[in-house]
């Protein structure tokens, strides 16, 4: 089965609404919308709203770095998913490793909110991968795994298909070092295979599994032609038109 690629461009704690604003302007003129990709941005909470509306009429999506899991109320510094909605978001990243190193996020918080965007009508973009000792001890699909499992518990078979996951090995991740395409192959293609096991075989085929860490427009070729790759999660790379365009048109 050929699943529609998917690449986003995260652009974590950078861009000011006005920098944000130019940017997607210049992705808007570089792209015509009849790219065979789809393509997604996830500027910092501030940016949001003025980049959503920059970006109407245009096939580039809008997605949050970050949600809560509740609707509303007493949560200070939180963002919903109702609220990402409202101001034009269709995805949501949840679980990026950043998250988890520096902000305490676990694969049960993973879970709540990959819970919460989903009953809202967003579609999560959930991100597992292994740091580097654990890569080096042999550990990386016993943590890959774990996480795969642990944030999808009690996600219903309808649900798993609006599932986007994003397997980002640790220490690929803004190190200019990216995993080689047979490294990310290798855990895509269990990734899939856990995911028939947890479901069934039509939606592993289905799912899309992007890779990020690293990804820049003159290695996402390679990474591409692998049978389970379906996308790049991109940061560093995304904050530049040219870098960002290079990588969506591979
Ligand atoms: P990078 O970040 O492309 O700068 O390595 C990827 C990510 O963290 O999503």
């Avoid at 009508?121 to 996480?147: A, N």
């Avoid at 980002?168 to 855990?187: F, N, R």
Wanted: net charge negative; glycine share 12%; hydrophobic share 40%.
């Amino acid at each position: 089965m050929k699943r529609r690629p998917i690449m986003a461009g995260n652009w974590k704690m950078n861009m000011l609404v006005s920098e944000a604003e130019a940017l997607v302007k210049g992705l808007k003129s570089g792209l015509d919308g009849a790219e065979e990709v789809d393509v997604v941005v996830a500027p910092p909470f501030p940016s949001l709203y003025s980049v959503g509306k920059a970006l109407s009429g245009s096939s580039i999506a809008l997605a949050g770095q970050n949600l809560h899991w509740e609707v509303s109320g007493a949560y200070t510094g939180e963002v919903s998913a109702t609220m990402l909605l409202d101001v034009g978001c269709k995805y949501v990243i949840i679980g990026h490793s950043e998250r988890r190193q520096f902000f305490g996020e676990n694969d049960e918080t993973v879970n709540r909110r990959v819970k919460a965007a989903l009953s809202a009508g967003l579609d999560p973009i959930v991100c597992v991968g292994e740091v580097l000792e654990e890569r080096k001890s042999g550990r990386t699909w016993e943590v890959v795994g774990r996480q795969t499992r642990e944030g999808l518990e009690g996600i219903s078979k309808g649900d798993a298909e609006r599932l986007v996951l994003a397997y980002e090995p640790v220490w690929a991740i803004g190190t200019g070092e990216t995993a080689t395409p047979e490294q990310v192959q290798e855990v895509h293609a269990k990734i899939r295979g856990l995911i028939g096991e947890l479901y069934d075989e039509g939606i592993a085929q289905g799912m899309r599994i992007q890779y990020g860490g690293s990804v820049k427009p003159d290695n996402v070729r390679g990474l591409m032609d692998q049978p389970d790759v379906d996308g790049a999660l991109v940061g560093g790379a995304s904050l530049k038109v040219e870098s960002f365009l290079g990588i969506v048109k591979f």
